[in-house]
């Protein structure tokens, strides 16, 4: 077996990979010594994860960590979304956006379960005793309106969730998968499916708002009536539009004879909040008490 | 770490033709390697296929070329409809989808900048398509199936995309990262139009764990295929998803 043809020749295409081989001696030392006893066909599965190790993730996080991290604003989202069904201001919206709010509040409930298993499941304790703050949800006065109503702050709600996945994703990066239940789950893609999940319930609060403020879009252009929020803002704001070092509003950036428009070029992309961003008193961190 | 750290060769020549990374050599020599138990030290040439058959290179770089081939899938089909919208497809649901053109637009012009910056250079054969004559956009419920068909699609293939890739660079998983949520917001929005309320209905999402119905590339390539013909693509050297 030549594995030494394989590095060289990765190493063509990646003048780093002699680091990455390097910090991963024990790996390949253990390779050489079981390969030489291995059956034939055992070997290929040896030297998947020979290679999986050598690139997986080097910045990963404390799993543990970002899973309560995630089950903590969920447990907030369902807690709000089970206030609204039990508030008198329920009843005063049409019968599909009640329908609508019972649907995204059974997502909530069921991210909650999940997160809470997979919490458990990787060896740690889920976070309890996470709610709305009362005092908060008493003071909003309607159903429909701008940042200080019930559709408005589920809107700033999801699309600050939406925003907070994001910021984790890369401490879940390489993670191996994890099985619950006698379910495999790989972290990042896991949390990314419930992201995507928050991104439609995102999508379809703001369409339930356009039809009162028609400048809010399903996507954030930087228009909508709550899109300049604290929760928009950040290291990284909603309005960006420079991505892997391009600005996209400068004319022929990445497309001859074509210039895109502030607000394409910031629809396009959601970006991320911090931990500290969306702990803020300003975002969701504001909203989390007795 | 540059971002553009691919060597010269890549830029060079299309897909579909002869050259790919030289990763992907790499990991067709282990699988020959061990299927033989030989010492050899050539790197295998790739057999010159049929000018039809395009294979994907491997590692991030096929994963780019996945993800220009799911925007160009969606940019073309938006671009058609709003060439020509059924009379009956509202103003409000045009505007709806000339955003979502848009941002595919975006997607694809930077996948395609991410894997040549050589503005104008062409990726596929100068025939290569994505062929819309099957759907029916003459009427706005087609128009809305059309949409929501490859919109759902486009949403159920990118939280799996992004565990596959393997550079330490940040830039690339931050630009498919920030592109998950959109794709997801386009989904929701289009179904939305076509049957209110089913935004992230049981047909998207597990009830029972909240997670979003995922496709991996095989499942995407396969659903996308009679649209490419007569071309033939192959994600066999993308990386396989748990």
Same mark, same amino acid.
């Given at each position: 077996m030549n594995f030494f043809n394989i590095i060289s020749q990765l190493a063509e295409v990646d003048s780093d990979v002699m680091g990455r081989l390097d910090s991963r001696r024990a790996v390949f030392s253990s390779l050489t010594t079981v390969g030489k006893r291995a059956t034939q066909a055992a070997v290929p599965a040896l030297l998947a994860s020979f290679f999986s190790k050598a690139y997986a993730g080097t910045s990963a996080g404390d799993p543990k960590e970002v899973f309560n991290y995630a089950l903590t604003? $969920?447990?907030? $989202? *369902?807690?709000?979304?089970?206030?609204?069904i039990a508030s008198p201001l329920f009843n005063t919206a049409t019968a599909a956006d009640q329908a609508a709010i019972r649907q995204i509040s059974k997502h909530e409930n069921s991210h909650v379960s999940l997160l809470q298993a997979v919490v458990t499941g990787i060896g740690g304790t889920p976070v309890t005793n996470i709610t709305f703050k009362q005092a908060t949800f008493n003071s909003l006065a309607t159903f429909y309106g701008g940042a200080t109503s019930i559709l408005g702050v589920a809107q700033l709600l999801e699309d600050t969730g939406v925003r907070a996945?994001? =910021? @984790?994703?890369?401490?879940?990066? =390489?993670?191996g998968d994890v099985t619950i239940s006698g379910s495999v789950y790989n972290p990042l893609e896991t949390a990314l499916r419930? /992201? +995507?999940? $928050? *991104? @439609? /319930? *995102? *999508?379809h609060i703001r369409y339930m708002r356009s039809t009162l403020n028609p400048a809010t879009t399903p996507w954030i252009t930087g228009g909508g009536d709550l899109d300049g929020q604290p929760h928009y803002t950040g290291a990284t704001? $909603? +309005?960006n539009t420079t991505q892997s070092g391009v600005s996209l509003i400068a004319a022929n950036a990445i497309t001859a004879n074509t210039t895109y428009s502030q607000a394409d070029a910031a629809a396009s992309f959601d970006e991320p909040l911090t931990v500290a961003e969306v702990t803020d008193a300003s975002r969701a961190g504001g909203l989390i008490g007795a | 770490m540059s971002e553009h750290s691919f060597s010269s060769a890549w830029r060079a020549q299309p897909l579909g033709r002869r050259n790919f990374l030289r990763v992907s050599a790499a990991s067709a020599a282990t699988v020959a390697l061990v299927a033989t138990t030989g010492c050899s030290t050539e790197t295998p040439e790739p057999v010159e296929a049929d000018?039809?058959?395009? !294979?994907?290179?491997? !590692?991030?770089?096929?994963?780019f070329y996945y993800g220009y081939l799911l925007a160009l899938a969606l940019s073309t089909t938006y671009d058609k409809i709003l060439a020509s919208p059924p009379t009956d497809l509202t103003t409000a649901e045009r505007t709806v989808i000339a955003n979502m053109r848009d941002h595919q637009l975006v997607y694809r012009e930077l996948y395609h900048y991410y894997i040549d910056p050589t503005i104008g250079g062409a990726l596929f054969p100068t025939d290569f398509a994505f062929n819309t004559a099957t759907f029916t956009l003459t009427t706005r419920l087609g128009v809305l199936a059309a949409v929501q068909q490859l919109a759902d699609l486009a949403a159920a293939a990118y939280p799996v995309l992004l565990p596959l890739f393997t550079s330490a660079s940040a830039y690339p998983r931050a630009l498919l990262l920030k592109t998950v949520s959109v794709q997801a917001r386009h989904a929701a929005t289009i179904r939305d139009l076509r049957t209110p309320g089913s935004f992230a209905d049981?047909? !998207?999402?597990?009830?029972?764990?909240?997670?979003?119905r995922t496709k991996t590339p095989a499942e995407v390539n396969a659903a996308l295929a009679p649209y490419f013909a007569p071309y033939v693509i192959s994600v066999a050297n993308l990386a396989v998803p748990v």
């Open positions: 604003l $969920e447990l907030l $989202e *369902a807690d709000f979304y089970k206030k609204v996945y994001k =910021g @984790r994703a890369a401490d879940l990066q =390489g993670l419930i /992201h +995507s999940v $928050e *991104a @439609r /319930h *995102a *999508a704001p $909603e +309005s | 000018p039809h058959q395009i !294979a994907l290179p491997s !590692a991030d770089k096929g994963l049981s047909t !998207a999402v597990e009830p029972s764990t909240g997670l979003l």
